[in-house]
């Protein structure tokens, strides 16, 4: 089952609001890296963070990574129509593997 | 580059029949992963490879899920006999090799739509 879980599963905003999602992991992960799916789309890779409490700006984004490397956040400013869609973390449990555990995902809908 | 190819986009097919899905990574793309997503279940990884070799498939249900990767260039999914249950979009994802220094970004095709009746 899910191991990576992201609060909240859905979230309705007004356009202009902020938006914020959380992703949380039950073991230690050695990276984390955030992709966005529009609807009806693919997922598109975001951003990627490899260091503790690392936080990256990507315009009206801004990624975290926990100090525990366990959890991470996606905080949105201001959003638009365009930011509509579902956003997901991945990471990986070990340096030594490729493969990518994706969280649950959130749903955002913005409303203008 | 044309980014990852997905064959076919749209398939629509009765329970029992064999099913096969495509995909062309892209070109130089080391890592190549399968993904199945589902309203319950999410983002499942199914199997992945990296230079057509099988790293992992315990995401797949080996009874009637097989997956081949007979060049670098192409690869298949193939369901027999296929289930309602098997009903999602298959997502195949490709990358570059990050212990050789590559970029770990996965880039996904754009899926296909499966629905078995």
């Known amino acids: 089952g899910q191991q990576v879980m992201q609060i909240p599963q859905y979230q309705h905003v007004q356009e202009g609001e902020d938006f914020t999602t959380y992703c949380n992991s039950s073991t230690t992960l050695s990276n984390i890296q955030w992709y966005k799916q529009r609807p009806g789309g693919h997922p598109v890779f975001l951003i990627q963070?490899?260091?503790?409490?690392e936080v990256k700006k990507q315009k009206r984004l801004t990624f975290q990574f926990g100090e525990a490397k366990k959890n991470s956040s996606l905080h949105i400013t201001a959003t638009q129509t365009t930011d509509v869609g579902t956003y997901f973390c991945?990471?990986?449990?070990?340096?030594?593997?490729?493969?990518?555990?994706f969280g649950t995902g959130t749903r955002l809908q913005v409303f203008p | 580059d044309a980014g990852v190819i997905q064959s076919p986009r749209h398939e629509v097919t009765e329970m029992g029949q064999e099913v096969t899905l495509r995909c062309k990574p892209i070109s130089g793309h080391d890592y190549l992963f399968w993904y199945r997503q589902t309203m319950m279940q999410g983002l499942e990884l199914l199997v992945y490879?990296?230079?057509?070799?099988?790293?992992?498939d315990s995401g797949m249900p080996k009874d009637r899920f097989s997956a081949k990767m007979p060049n670098a260039s192409f690869s298949t999914l193939k369901i027999q006999p296929s289930e309602p249950r098997d009903s999602a979009v298959y997502f195949c994802?490709?990358?570059?090799?990050?212990?050789?220094?590559?970029?770990?970004?996965?880039?996904f095709g754009p899926g296909t739509r499966l629905l078995v009746l």
């Open positions: 994802a490709s990358s570059q090799d990050r212990t050789s220094g590559g970029r770990e970004t996965q880039y």
């Open positions: 490879f990296n230079n057509k070799a099988v790293m992992d």
């Open positions: 991945a990471g990986r449990r070990s340096y030594n593997t490729d493969k990518l555990i």
């Open positions: 963070l490899v260091k503790s409490g």
